[in-house]
């Protein structure tokens, strides 16, 4: 069984810096690729980024490229850097693990976190 577990959630000024991280625990999560994923009120939960198993292949929605980087510490770590910030990236940030990418970049996984609020004010 695989529990992750996001953290560096807050609320931050427009234009500011958050950095989440999403840890793991419980089996191993060799081979696994991760994700992050966000779901802002009342809208569907839309893909943000990807990172494979090895770290050498990563893919962003469209509109965050730029702003948002994806890494990964360890087999059981990744991290969201989120910088210039607007209010409209307010929403709660999920990670997730799956032993295929596509999944990941389809938002299916056969893990998830619990999540972490990310607010942003104008």
């Known amino acids: 069984q695989v529990h992750l577990v996001e953290s560096g959630g807050g609320s931050v000024r427009t234009g500011g810096s958050l950095r989440l991280s999403c840890a793991a625990s419980g089996s191993t999560l060799s081979g696994h690729s991760m994700g992050w994923f966000r779901q802002a009120p009342g809208k569907e939960r839309e893909f943000v980024a990807a990172i494979s198993w090895s770290g050498a292949t990563e893919n962003y929605a469209e509109s965050l490229k730029g702003r948002f980087t994806i890494s990964r510490t360890n087999a059981k770590t990744t991290h969201l850097q989120m910088d210039s910030l607007k209010p409209e990236d307010t929403a709660v940030y999920y990670c997730?693990?799956?032993?295929?990418?596509?999944?990941?970049?389809?938002?299916?996984?056969?893990?998830w976190g619990q999540g972490t609020q990310v607010t942003v004010s104008s």
């Open positions: 997730a693990a799956d032993l295929t990418y596509l999944r990941i970049l389809r938002l299916e996984a056969d893990y």
